[in-house]
Nanobody
Framework: QVQLVESGGGLVQAGGSLTLSCAAS????????MGWYRQVPGKQRELVARQTSGGRLNYTDSVEGRFTISRDSAKNTVTLQMSSLKPEDTGVYYC?????????WGQGTQVTVSS
């Protein structure tokens, strides 16, 4: 099993910044990708940003240019730097790890952006 522990969520005003962090531990052998997803009530969980072991980056269009994902492969951590936050960025953010075809999730951290 792989355990993920997230931190860094909170309440911020529109235009502000937050950084989310996630640390993976447990049976880690070769992580293929680490990323962040978010979910709001009544909607499906959606990809926010993802980085593969080969360094390929994916961002959802709405955060392009505002959010930056970075991964430390040696420490098995991933961070999401969020700036110019908007109320529509509000949601529960989940850390995600892909390894050997398995997907692991963190417990989620709430991000609330007030207008």
């Amino acid at each position: 099993q792989v355990q993920l522990v997230e931190s860094g969520g909170g309440l911020v005003q529109a235009g502000g910044s937050l950084t989310l962090s996630c640390a993976a531990s447990g049976r880690i052998f070769r992580i293929n990708a680490m990323g962040w997803y978010r979910q709001v009530p009544g909607k499906q969980r959606e990809l926010v940003a993802r980085q593969t072991s080969g360094g390929r980056l994916n961002y959802t269009d709405s955060v392009e240019g505002r959010f930056t994902i970075s991964r430390d492969s040696a420490k098995n951590t991933v961070t999401l730097q969020m700036s110019s936050l908007k109320p529509e960025d509000t949601g529960v953010y989940y850390c995600n790890v892909e390894q050997f075809g398995m997907t692991y999730w963190g417990q989620g951290t709430q991000v609330t952006v007030s207008s």
